[in-house]
């Protein structure tokens, strides 16, 4: 379980940290492989940010209820 967990968290911030452009993986670039890691991280945060509003939308509607209950 252990690895299963580090191996998520390591992709988790291999995807998301910022590049800088002297290495080889800049935005915009030509480059297939950096092209596949932009496309990637768009979807990654994404999706990241629909769930977060998810679960705003979760908490609201649980705390609508407690109120109605």
Do not use: C, Y
């Not at 967990?5 to 935005?27: K, M, Q, S």
């Not at 991280?41 to 109120?67: F, N, P």
């Amino acid at each position: 379980m252990f690895l299963l967990r580090a191996a998520f968290w390591f992709t988790v911030v291999a995807v998301l940290i910022p590049r800088e452009p002297g290495n080889g993986f800049a935005r915009g670039s030509n480059d297939p492989a950096a092209q596949v890691l932009d496309s990637v991280r768009e979807r990654t945060v994404g999706r990241l940010l629909q769930v977060k509003e998810e679960l705003k939308l979760h908490e609201r509607d649980t705390e609508t209820s407690r109120i109605a209950s």
